[in-house]
Each structure stands twice: as structure tokens, then as C-alpha cells.
């Protein structure tokens, strides 16, 4: 995982932003890395693929609203309920099938906000 | 838009009180994980040592530290600067940290080892010195992007080397960084605490970037050289052993040539530790005055960068 460093630093420094964007599959452009420099107010979180899930920390999420994208649909599920369990408002999941994603999936969790 | 609001949470606070939560976890959370795997193909993470030999024993992974240990004068900043390059040319972003060389010195070293000839074979002629920026030009290229070099000579505090390893992970995309060597980031030989400390702090920081680092770092004075070392023979702290991920043994076979058994090496890698792989092990190798190549046998062929750039 990566690109929440920042995050955590602004949470412990007083602020939550308005959305997290968590992405499971590879993002060429790098905005993990280059959100903080680009749009405080929507950080993107990567989870790399061979992350495991069940080691991650995501306390830094507890009660923000998180956008959960990627293709592997039983790991966006299972990242989506751990979102939930580690306190995040409200979790939107959305898949995306096929090999031009127009198909999609989505699914939210029990907004608590 | 500026849609950050003041937290309504403590959050300094909240992952106090969260910590031992977080961390104790019952094994079934792991376990389903283990399920997915089953099945899947093995994928072989991280890159190999240049040697064809060691590539299906022995990798560089992402989030380590592998300690390159070795004699004084055994070749241990040679054979890593090979491994750098080997990196390099694999497509890998390196930055080299030597406070014993300068980097354009480095660099000759570099270029001499993936040209296969030292600059002083080159005459002064217009046609030699032509041929020589042309083979520096192509180097070049490769470099470009690909390799650094922090230039710092003497020693630097611990402090400082851990905050360009910081700058060269996150700023630079940094995926091998070469400390050259471990003596030159702490106080004294005896300052044991000080070594913890930085090798912690080094392991701590490949694991929050991904990056691996390559440290550095001398062997306690043998009673000969002959001796091949181990690992109980890396000076300093005990725990430096304990703390990196991998620890290589580079020793140099110092017995005149025609004293040596035949098939016997110029020099030897031993892998004494490596926490995610089975292999420990120690392969031969052989010296290549003109390129100072170490090769895989015994008047073998020069290491292909070209093949390893494809």
C-alpha cells in the first residue's frame, strides 16, 4: 500500500479530506504519489496487488468516505469490508469487467455518516 | 476547491488507543489469503545477482537490506558496483552513495566494467578518443534517468543518509540504493547502539518505500586471509546480522595463482542469510583484470548488459 503516508500525516496534523480513493490495480500515472502536490482533497491510496490484505493498516480511514476501483472482484469486496471494520463513514466498491471496463459492479456499504 | 475540514477526530489520539488492536490479529484473517495463493503461479519477486548461476536462488526483493560484507581490499565495492550496473541495465532506478570514491570515479569504474576497457588502453589519438566518447555516449543513454549518484565524500551522520534514503525512495523513484559503506554513517566502530539504530532505521525505511538497500560493511581482521568468512565475522554489532534481510560474503582467493588447485576461484559470494529465500550458498568466481568483471567460470564470457536491457 501506498500513497496514505500523507494522509496520516494530515490526519494527525487536524484534518480529514472530503473522499479517500483506493485503487487495487496499478496506476500508471502515479497519483499516489502525486496527490499531495496536486489535490489535498482527494487523496488516492494504492494496494498494490501483491499487498496482503489482511496485514494492512487502515485506521488512517476511520470515518472518512472511501471509493474503493479495481478488477479483481474478491479483493475489492474483501478491501470494501475491511474499510468498513477499520471505521471508514461509508464504503462505495465499484469492479470493473471486461477488457475495456465497461462493465461494472458497484456496491456500498451502510452509510454511517 | 479546498474541501479539507478540521477532523472530528483525535487521530493522534485514536491510533494510540487502536495500536494493539490493529496489530494482534487472529490467524484466520491470514489464512484466507493463504486459500487465494493456492494454485496460483509462484512469482518470483525482485532482481537476481548478474550471475546466470544465482538467478533461480537468489533475489533482491523489494523492502529489504542486504549487507555486502568482505575484507578490506576483497572486492566487495567492485562486485556490488557490478551488481548496480547489472541493476541498472535490468531497467532498475539506482542510486550509489560511496564515501570512499567520488562519483566520477565511480562512473569510470562502472563504464570500464560494462565496456570491457579501461581508458587507459585508449591512446590519445583522435580515433581512440573518438571511439571512447562514443562507447560513453551509449552508456549514457542507458544511464539516463536510471542511475544516480549522491555525492558525498567522508562521512555523513546517520540522520542525513537516513533522510536521502527517504528523498531518493519517494521523490526519485529509487529502487536500489548502494550505502557505501556502513562505517561512514556512525560514530565509531564501538558504537554498537549507533549501528542498530541505523540499520534499523534503514530496514524501516525499505519497507516503506519498497526500495532495497544495498549496505556495505567490513569484516572483523581474519588471523588470514585464506579464511573464507562467515557470518560471526562481520564486525561490529551482532545484531547487524540479525536485523538485514540478506547477507553477502565477498572474499577474494589471495594465494598466487600458481599456488591454487586447478578449477580453484579468484573469489567467492557467499549468501550466509537470506530471509525469503531458501538458498544459502556460495557460488565461485573468476576475476577479469580488463573489464573488472567478476565472471561465472573460468575464463567465461563477459556479462551481457546488452542482453539484460532487452
Same mark, same amino acid.
Given at each position: 500500500m501506498r500513497g496514505h503516508e500523507f494522509l496520516i500525516g494530515l490526519r494527525r496534523k487536524g484534518w480529514k479530506p472530503a473522499m479517500v480513493f483506493i485503487d487495487t490495480q496499478p496506476d500508471p500515472a502515479r497519483s499516489w504519489r502525486l496527490w499531495p502536490q496536486v489535490d489535498l482533497d482527494f487523496p488516492q491510496v494504492e494496494v498494490l496487488p501483491d499487498d496482503a490484505l489482511s496485514s494492512l493498516d487502515l485506521r488512517f480511514?476511520?470515518?472518512?468516505?472511501?471509493?474503493?476501483?479495481?478488477?479483481?472482484?474478491?479483493?475489492?469486496?474483501?478491501?470494501?469490508?475491511?474499510?468498513?471494520?477499520?471505521?471508514?463513514?461509508?464504503?462505495?466498491?465499484?469492479?470493473?469487467?471486461?477488457e475495456d471496463s465497461a462493465a461494472i459492479t458497484t456496491s456500498s456499504s451502510k452509510d454511517k455518516s | 476547491m479546498n474541501l479539507l475540514k478540521p477532523d472530528d477526530i483525535d487521530f493522534s489520539a485514536y491510533e494510540r488507543e487502536t495500536e494493539a488492536k490493529a496489530r494482534v490479529r487472529p490467524a484466520g484473517a491470514y489464512i484466507e489469503e493463504a486459500i487465494d495463493q493456492l494454485g496460483k503461479p509462484t512469482v518470483i519477486k525482485g532482481q537476481s545477482l548478474p550471475w546466470r548461476k544465482t538467478r533461480d536462488v537468489f533475489r533482491f526483493r523489494p523492502g529489504e537490506v542486504t549487507l555486502w560484507a568482505g575484507v578490506n581490499g576483497h572486492g566487495k565495492s567492485l562486485m556490488s558496483g557490478l551488481t548496480a550496473l547489472d541493476l541498472m541495465f535490468g531497467g532498475q532506478k539506482v542510486c550509489i552513495a560511496s564515501f570512499e570514491m567520488k562519483p566520477h570515479s565511480t562512473l569510470r569504474r562502472m563504464l570500464r566494467q560494462w565496456s570491457g576497457y579501461s581508458q587507459e588502453e585508449f591512446s590519445s589519438d583522435p580515433s581512440s578518443v573518438k571511439a571512447m566518447r562514443d562507447l560513453y555516449e551509449q552508456f549514457a543513454g542507458q544511464a539516463d534517468k536510471r542511475l544516480w549518484f549522491y555525492d558525498q565524500q567522508g562521512t555523513v551522520g546517520a540522520v542525513q543518509m537516513a533522510?536521502?534514503?527517504?528523498?531518493?525512495?519517494?521523490?526519485?523513484?529509487?529502487? *536500489? $540504493?548502494?550505502?557505501?559503506?556502513?562505517?561512514?554513517?556512525?560514530? +565509531?566502530?564501538?558504537?554498537?547502539?549507533?549501528?542498530?539504530?541505523?540499520?534499523?532505521?534503514?530496514?524501516?525505511?525499505?519497507?516503506?518505500?519498497?526500495?532495497?538497500? *544495498? $549496505?556495505?560493511?567490513?569484516?572483523?581482521?581474519?588471523?588470514?586471509? +585464506?579464511k573464507i568468512p562467515g557470518k560471526n565475522d562481520i564486525k561490529g554489532s551482532g545484531s547487524i546480522a540479525d536485523q538485514v534481510d540478506n547477507a553477502l560474503i565477498v572474499w577474494r582467493n589471495k594465494a598466487e595463482v600458481n599456488a591454487r588447485k586447478p578449477g580453484d576461484p579468484d573469489a567467492t559470494l557467499t549468501c550466509c542469510k537470506q530471509r525469503n529465500g531458501e538458498w544459502e550458498g556460495f557460488i565461485n568466481l573468476w576475476f577479469d583484470r580488463a573489464s573488472q568483471q567478476f565472471l561465472e567460470t573460468e575464463g567465461g564470457a563477459l556479462i551481457d548488459f546488452a542482453e539484460r536491457a532487452a
Open positions: 480511514l476511520v470515518g472518512l468516505r472511501v471509493l474503493i476501483t479495481g478488477r479483481d472482484q474478491r479483493r475489492v469486496e474483501r478491501l470494501k469490508d475491511m474499510c468498513f471494520d477499520a471505521g471508514a463513514a461509508c464504503v462505495v466498491a465499484t469492479v470493473f469487467h471486461g | 533522510a536521502v534514503a527517504r528523498y531518493c525512495a519517494k521523490e526519485l523513484g529509487i529502487q *536500489h $540504493l548502494f550505502i557505501d559503506s556502513l562505517m561512514k554513517c556512525v560514530k +565509531a566502530e564501538d558504537d554498537y547502539n549507533g549501528q542498530k539504530a541505523f540499520v534499523d532505521e534503514l530496514c524501516a525505511i525499505a519497507i516503506d518505500y519498497g526500495m532495497h538497500i *544495498h $549496505l556495505v560493511h567490513h569484516i572483523r581482521k581474519l588471523e588470514n586471509e +585464506a
